[in-house]
């Protein structure tokens, strides 16, 4: 499913009307009929009042086929045209117009106290925002500037048409004034600001509904932002052939551990087996083996000499050793106390996809020159403060400019970068952006990193494309959180290690 931004929207638009031949009345009408289809499950009784507060532009025009959808099926509908009647232009005038000749009445703005209307509207169970969509432009004006933190001040079920009033759609760093929404549903494509926050927050529940723009329409204009759909998951998660053997599900080699670290390597390598890798190797500092050993049965292990309780950093540069795999993780746990020369090693001879994540990544600032002609594929999953630390920016600007920032980088160093995050996203090195939808707030804490980490090496031995591969393993990460805290896990309390055990139960859905 693409992801766009208003403008993009709008060029989409364009091309279904001018290209296509679709007429704009049409996709209005289609879009108006689809909002309501999608919310009558939500209106409880049809002697509740419903509002539906109309702007001037088509986002407006989308409210009055709602309003006069929903009259026609015995809603009772205060329908509240917010500018003048002569301002309403285009295809929303004609919408008003086929709205006025049904009979129905309009209550203008204009023609009542600001007192009056807001009892009125306290008088409605729902609110159907149809304010401003797409084409808000520049801080909010009269009289949207007030009418929409009164209506947030009411408490109200509101619905928003296509997104929140007042909130951009573009990936959004602050929100001056917004609609808070109950619920969102979004038009054709999602907008960028549904994957962003502050900006998410003021979505509430959000849908997307078909209003029937072609996808040659779509694809056209933009093909380079997605969301990672459980349909995407279903059709690309590899299945496993009854003759296949554990030679044929990859052997991993993951570099993990050090004296004060010992769950990290347990963590990944338990997780890199629950998604059906075939051999992993854990190549850890001997003075944490008998520690890590105790808690893992399926493994095998690769002692490393230790230096400063880490791994000794010249131990790891034994070509043999690397070409006996087919994909190699490093860094969950293995400390900053060296120089970390074993990962420039890697890099260069390695020729296979390495994954680099945690104290992997601290390292990798070092040679970070190193990865543009890299042999194999990389994939980086660092969280903000990772990514941060990589390009020199503070926190606060990468999750300000999440999308941006990281589709440079994975464009600039030709990485796979897994920005870890709520909506984690995944940027191949031709700048594609592939938006997770799965996850919670319970995935917010030490230790999940290190399951995502062998989770994606997991699978990137499985399949050839290592986008979907990348993009399951954050699916099924975010959805084993989304799973427990589901079935009485509080989001306080999910271990890292509850993903990895719940993992076979999250498989058997797809
Ligand atoms: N393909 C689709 O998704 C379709 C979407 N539709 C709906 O159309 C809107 C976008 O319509 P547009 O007319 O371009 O924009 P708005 O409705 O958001 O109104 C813009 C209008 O508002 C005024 N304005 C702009 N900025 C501000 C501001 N900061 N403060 C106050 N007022 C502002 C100005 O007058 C502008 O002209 C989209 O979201 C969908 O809901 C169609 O139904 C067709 C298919
Ligand atoms: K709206």
Not at 89 to 106: D, L, P, R, S
Not at 319 to 333: E, F, M, N, S
Not at 337 to 350: A, E, I, M, P, V
Request: with cysteine; net charge neutral; charged share 20%.
């Amino acid at each position: 499913m693409n992801v766009v931004t208003g403008e993009e929207m709008h060029q989409i638009d364009r091309y279904a009307i001018e290209e296509i031949g679709l007429k704009e009345e049409l996709l209005m009408e289609n879009a108006g009929l689809a909002f309501v289809n999608c919310i009558l499950p939500l209106l409880e009784k049809k002697t509740d009042r419903v509002a539906v507060l109309i702007g001037v532009g088509n986002n407006g025009g989308d409210g009055f086929v709602i309003s006069r959808s929903l009259l026609e099926k015995g809603y009772q509908v205060d329908v509240w045209l917010i500018p003048p009647l002569e301002k309403v232009k285009g295809t929303a005038k004609y919408h008003m117009e086929v709205f006025a000749k049904c009979g129905y009445q309009i209550l203008n703005f204009e023609n009542f106290t600001y007192e009056h209307f807001l009892e009125k509207l306290t008088s409605c169970t729902y609110l159907i925002d149809a304010l401003l969509g797409t084409g808000i432009r520049g801080s909010l004006r009269s009289p949207y500037k007030e009418i929409i933190p009164a209506v947030n001040k009411l408490d109200r079920t509101v619905i928003s048409v296509d997104l929140p009033s007042g909130l951009p759609s573009s990936e959004v760093c602050e929100v001056e004034e917004a609609i808070k929404a109950t619920y969102t549903v979004t038009l054709q494509c999602p907008k960028l600001s549904a994957f962003t926050y502050p900006a998410r927050e003021y979505y509430g529940e959000l849908s997307v509904v078909d209003i029937g723009i072609p996808r040659l329409a779509i694809n056209e204009i933009s093909n380079e932002r997605f969301l990672w759909t459980e349909k995407d998951v279903k059709r690309t998660l590899p299945v496993r052939k009854p003759s296949s053997h554990k030679g044929s599900h990859g052997k991993a080699l993951i570099i993990a551990g050090s004296k004060t670290m010992t769950g990290a390597p347990v963590l990944t390598t338990k997780a890199c087996h629950r998604l059906g890798a075939g051999l992993v190797t854990l190549a850890i500092p001997d003075v944490a083996h008998e520690v890590v050993a105790s808690q893992i049965i399926e493994a095998t292990f690769h002692l490393c000499s230790s230096k400063n309780g880490e791994i000794n950093d010249t131990h790891l540069s034994d070509k043999q050793l690397k070409d006996r795999y087919d994909a190699i993780a490093v860094g969950p746990g293995i400390g900053r106390n060296n120089t970390g020369s074993f990962l420039k090693t890697l890099l260069t001879d390695f020729q296979k996809p390495i994954i680099i994540d945690a104290d992997g990544l601290y390292y990798l600032k070092r040679y970070i020159s190193t990865l543009r002609t890299r042999g194999g594929a990389t994939i980086l999953t660092p969280h903000s403060g990772e990514f941060a630390f990589l390009i020199n920016e503070s926190i606060k600007t990468v999750e300000e400019n999440r999308f941006s920032l990281s589709k440079q980088f994975a464009m600039q160093h030709g990485v796979y970068l897994l920005l870890k995050g709520p909506n984690t996203i995944v940027t191949t090195p031709t700048g594609n952006q592939f938006i997770n939808p799965t996850g919670n707030s319970a995935l917010a804490k030490g230790g999940s990193g290190d399951v995502l980490t062998g989770m994606v090496l997991a699978l990137v031995m499985q399949q050839q494309d290592l986008q979907p591969a990348i993009s399951n393993a954050a699916f099924l990460h975010g959805k084993a959180a989304d799973i427990l805290t589901s079935h009485g896990f509080s989001p306080l309390s999910v271990l890292a290690s509850d993903l990895v055990e719940i993992m076979p139960q999250v498989l058997d859905r797809f």
